[in-house]
């Protein structure tokens, strides 16, 4: 897969709020466990634990073990590989929509240059 085309797989896995907000607090913090992600959640311990297995199937998120506990952190690589595909998408987007903004302008322009016919008189 090419780093531009969108993985809708990581996609649905960032589209999910508290799983951004997992890998915002692994930014800042570098790396934390299911328990300590989940005291400043609000979601149960077991729950940030399936919210980090869906991150780590799509690369996002790796692990390293740390006694009884998994040290997660987020993959730098794949975070970027995300932001590429979303500036690309957007480029997409931004494409299209100028051309609908013309198309839109063109119509306009000649709804005021065509003169109005008459009405007919029954």
Do not use: C
């Amino acid at each position: 897969m090419s780093p531009t085309t969108v993985d809708d797989d990581l996609w649905s896995a960032i589209g999910d709020p508290t799983r951004r907000r997992m890998l915002d607090l692994l930014l800042t913090t570098g790396e934390g466990t299911a328990t300590t992600l989940g005291q400043q959640l609000p979601v149960t311990r077991q729950a940030v634990a399936k919210h980090l297995t869906v991150l780590d199937r799509v690369g996002l998120v790796q692990s390293r073990s740390a006694g009884r506990e998994k040290l997660y952190h987020v993959n730098e690589a794949q975070l970027a590989r995300a932001v590429t595909q979303l500036t690309s998408v957007t480029a997409a987007w931004d494409a299209r929509l100028h051309r609908i903004k013309h198309l839109a302008e063109s119509i306009q322009r000649k709804a005021t240059t065509t003169p109005a016919q008459p009405k007919k008189n029954s």
